[in-house]
C-alpha cells in the first residue's frame, strides 16, 4: 500500500504562485510514477503533470506547460507542483497519485490517490 498526503491549496488571486506538495509513505519503488491531478466542479479529473520516481518522465497537460513545474525528492519522499502565473481557470481539487511503471495521463491507470487540496484563483 501506498499512502499519499497533499498539502500546500489555499486561495490566491490571479498570476500568483502557489507550491503543492505530496507526501508518500509505504511500499514505494523507484519504478513509480506519480503524478498529479485536478478537479473542478462538475467536470472530469484531468491530468495535470506526471514525472518518475526515479527521475525524468516528465510530462505535462497543455494548459499548464509553461507554467507548473512538477518534481520529486527522493530524500523527503515528496513530490511538488509548482504553479506560476495562476488562472482562474486552475482552480480546481488538485489530487497527488501513484501508479507502478511508466508515464500514464489517463486517471484509470493510477491505483493510489491523496484527499486532494483546494487551489482557487480569483480574477
Known amino acids: 500500500q501506498v499512502q499519499l498526503v497533499e498539502s500546500g491549496g489555499g486561495l490566491v488571486q490571479a498570476g500568483d504562485s502557489l507550491s503543492l506538495s505530496c507526501v508518500v509513505s509505504?511500499?514505494?519503488?523507484?519504478?513509480?510514477?506519480m503524478g498529479w491531478f485536478r478537479q473542478a466542479p462538475g467536470k472530469e479529473r484531468e491530468f495535470v503533470a506526471a514525472i518518475r520516481w526515479a527521475g525524468g518522465g516528465l510530462h505535462y497537460a497543455d494548459s499548464v506547460k509553461g507554467r507548473f513545474t512538477i518534481s520529486r525528492d527522493n530524500a523527503k519522499n515528496t513530490v511538488y507542483l509548482q504553479m506560476n502565473s495562476l488562472k482562474a481557470e486552475d482552480t480546481a481539487v488538485y489530487f497527488c497519485?501513484?501508479?507502478?511503471?511508466?508515464?500514464?495521463?489517463?486517471?484509470?491507470?493510477?491505483?493510489?490517490w491523496g484527499q486532494g487540496t483546494q487551489v482557487t484563483v480569483s480574477s
Open positions: 509505504g511500499r514505494t519503488s523507484s519504478d513509480y510514477t
Open positions: 497519485a501513484a501508479k507502478y511503471g511508466g508515464v500514464s495521463l489517463s486517471r484509470i491507470s493510477y491505483d493510489y
